[in-house]
């Protein structure tokens, strides 16, 4: 029996895994063992995802909560070194660029146990933000890499991964889009009649980067240039925990009651309502992904992006912390539709499927 270990922490890990697990569901003679390390723990950030993916309950949580990212890194490397000297895996998979990921992969080459990277390769060679400093240790700590886009293999090579270690699978998260997108579209009507929003009618937003919310007054000046975007489409704004309690204050100060301010919502949810949306604004990695893949106008509140293929090939505009940029491409969008775009090279559904492969090929080897 082959033994394999799945770490996910934070809710862009949930739809990584689920595709994964599934493949690997399928080779005769491979365990798997679901860790939960608890980063994210809210209902709405962790739960209502497990229970929309189909996927199985965690076999260990963690339970390492929020804190620094000292504090989070070291808490979920203390804990999940105790579970990986007592099961001893074959193989530890890592999803991402999250705190859990890094800790978990640190963990194992410490202890000599092989690391598999889902999401490797990926660089916006920005070093102020965390993600990068946890993709650039991750996947130099890796002994296989997966990377989801052209991209990621070129700058592995040009930090001298060798090239073997190194497989071009396509991207899992576009796997669970395209398996739960016909639910999605059943949420719809109901979604439309809550929120009084019709379809191409409505402007999405997400924004949860510490570059944008920690600050009073960056964050200030989005939710001001949002609120006067000419046309008065409404704007649906789902609120990321850490974005709350800075908005609040903002909300109080009026002038935002064009924006519905939501919690945060389930994955079906959301895929609905970004499907639909005339354009999305955000900060998120994952959704400039997502609105590639469904061909939906995109406008990025940051300087760079670790995912160029979503500008090159998809969708997406980059406005970095230019707000008359942002009205102009805003503008563009509502008055001829934005870029076309098209869906980068193996974002086809089939990407877990691949890694399952490739691990077999590993488990065969012994
Ligand atoms: C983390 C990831 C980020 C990812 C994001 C998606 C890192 C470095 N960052 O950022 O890459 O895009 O998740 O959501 O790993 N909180 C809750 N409930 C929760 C989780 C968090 O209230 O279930 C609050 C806590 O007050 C916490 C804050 O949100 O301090 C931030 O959470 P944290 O996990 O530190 O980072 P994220 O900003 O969510």
Redesign the pocket.
Known sequence: MYSTVHVVG???NFMKVTPVMDALRSLPDIKQTLVHTG????EN??RVFFVQLGLQEPDVNLGVG?GS?AA?VANVMLRFEELVLARRPDLVLVYG????TVAAALVCAKLGIKVAHVEAGLRSADRSM??EI?RLLTDRLADVLFTPSVDGNENLVREGIPAGRIHLVGNVMIDTLVRLLPKADELWEDLSRRLQIDRQSYVLVTL?R?SNVDDPQTLGRIVDTLVSLPGRLPIVFPV???TRARLAALERSGGADRIRFLDPLGYLEFLSLQRRSLMVITD??GIQEETTFLGVPCITVRKNTERPVTVQVGTNHLVGDDMDLLRSTYDAIRSHGGKKGAVPILWDGKAGARIAAVIGDLAHAG
């Not at 980063?39 to 809210?42: A, E, G, L, R």
């Not at 660029?97 to 859990?100: F, G, K, Q």
């Open positions: 934070a809710r862009p980063q994210h723990y809210d950030m962790s929020s990212h989070q660029d999250v705190n859990s965390p993600e946890n949860h510490p990321h925990p850490r998120s990695g």
